[in-house]
C-alpha cells in the first residue's frame, strides 16, 4: 500500500458525460501528479500539482483539468466524455517535485474509466 | 523529450534470472527509475538510479550505464509472482518529471 488512495475504483459512464476522480497524497507530500494509462499508449504524464498551484502539464486535452485543494487532495475532472478517454487514471503523489529535485513518485490504486 | 525502448515481452522460468534492459536517449540526463507493475494494478517503485553502476536490492539489482544511454534490471530467483509488466522511466530533457516507457511485460512460467 502506497499510502495514495484514490476514488471511485470503477467508473462507468455515457459519452457526452462529465466525471469528477479524487486523490488524496501520501501523508506529507506536497505534490500530485495526473496519469493516463490505455492499451495503447502506456502511462502518459497529465498535470502535476504543488502544494495548490499547478506545476507542470504535460498531454492533457482541454476537455481535462485538475485541481489541488488546501488539505491537498486533488481532483481530476474529464468533461464531453469520448470514447477513446476509456482508460486507467493514476494518481501518484512525491514529497517535493520541483525542478531540480528527482522525487519518487509513488502511485494510488487507479481509476479504471470506461465510457460506452 | 525522451526516446525510450524496452522489449515488449520477455518470458522465464520460475527460479531463474532474468534481465530487462532498457535505452533512451535524452538530454540533460537526471535519473531513471524502475516501477513493477501488476495488470490492472498500481506501479510500484522498484529503484532509482542517476550514477553509473549497480544498484542492489534483494532479488532486484538495477543497473546504469550514462554514456550508453543504457540500464537493466535483473531479477534474481524468480518467482511466479514476478509476473508483470516492468516500467522504465526516464528524467531528463529539462523536465524533473519522469517519461515512462511503454513497459515489458515479463512472464513467468513453473
Known amino acids: 500500500d502506497s499510502g495514495v488512495t484514490q476514488t471511485p475504483k470503477h467508473l462507468i459512464t455515457a459519452t457526452g458525460q462529465r466525471v469528477t476522480l479524487r486523490c488524496s497524497p501520501r501523508s506529507g507530500d506536497l505534490s500530485v501528479y495526473w496519469y493516463q494509462q490505455s492499451l495503447d499508449q502506456g502511462l502518459q504524464f497529465l498535470i502535476q500539482y504543488y502544494n495548490g498551484e499547478e506545476r507542470a502539464k504535460g498531454n492533457i486535452l482541454e476537455r481535462f483539468s485538475a485541481q489541488q485543494f488546501p488539505d491537498l487532495h486533488s481532483e481530476l475532472n474529464l468533461s464531453s466524455l469520448e470514447l477513446g478517454d476509456s482508460a486507467l487514471y493514476f494518481c501518484?503523489?512525491?514529497?517535493?517535485?520541483?525542478?531540480?529535485?528527482?522525487?519518487?513518485?509513488?502511485f494510488g490504486p487507479g481509476t479504471r474509466l470506461t465510457v460506452l | 523529450g525522451q526516446n525510450i525502448d524496452q522489449p515488449t515481452e520477455m518470458t522465464a522460468t520460475e527460479g531463474a534470472i532474468v534481465q530487462i534492459n532498457c535505452t533512451y536517449q535524452t538530454s540533460g540526463f537526471n535519473g531513471l527509475f524502475w516501477y513493477q507493475q501488476h495488470a490492472g494494478e498500481a506501479p510500484t517503485f522498484l529503484s532509482y538510479n542517476v550514477l553509473d553502476g549497480l544498484e542492489e536490492k534483494g532479488r532486484f539489482s538495477s543497473f546504469l550505464s550514462r554514456s550508453k544511454g543504457y540500464s537493466y534490471l535483473l531479477l534474481k530467483e524468480l518467482q511466479m509472482k514476478d509476473s508483470a509488466s516492468y516500467l522504465c522511466?526516464?528524467?531528463?530533457?529539462?523536465?524533473?518529471?519522469?517519461?515512462f516507457g511503454r513497459g515489458t511485460s515479463l512472464i513467468v512460467h513453473p
Open positions: 501518484a503523489s512525491s514529497t517535493r517535485g520541483l525542478a531540480g529535485s528527482t522525487d519518487t513518485q509513488y
Open positions: 522511466a526516464v528524467v531528463g530533457g529539462g523536465s524533473y518529471i519522469p517519461t
